[in-house]
């Protein structure tokens, strides 16, 4: 399996945790309306995680072929961001902005506790 692959599935099991987490928020506390603005901000976040992955894929894959390279696709991300906000926007009762925004960044956190985790293992391996 090639490594951006292995990457990218790790990912998604912080994904699972956090999206597992904001679940039982919903339904254990009384901020129902964060939790449910996270859960839909952080299924935004993994659909544009996949399609980065699957357009860096076919980019790769175009490269390595020498043929012409797609662009990544900026405007599909972005069109599935303003979605969610203006999914939140059009039921503010049931759904906080703030909680949306804030899952639409849950990407960024995952590649960086990612990151952290694979430094702290090379760093272990190392040591021994």
């Not at 998604?12 to 839909?40: E, H, R, S």
Request: aromatic share 16%; proline share 2%; no cysteine.
């Amino acid at each position: 399996m090639p490594e951006s692959t292995e990457k990218f599935m790790r990912h998604m099991k912080y994904f699972l945790f956090f999206l597992a987490f904001f679940v039982i928020g919903w339904g254990f506390t009384p901020y129902q309306d964060w939790f449910l603005g996270l859960i839909l901000g952080t299924v935004i976040s993994v659909y544009n995680h996949w399609l980065l992955h699957q357009k860096v894929k076919k980019f790769t894959e175009a490269v390595a072929e020498g043929r012409k390279a797609m662009t990544l696709g900026s405007f599909s991300r972005m069109a599935a961001a303003v979605l969610g906000v203006v999914i939140a926007m059009r039921f503010p009762e049931t759904l906080n902005l703030y909680g949306v925004i804030i899952g639409i960044m849950t990407s960024y956190i995952v590649i960086i506790i990612d990151s952290f985790v694979t430094l702290f293992k090379a760093v272990g391996k190392r040591g021994e």
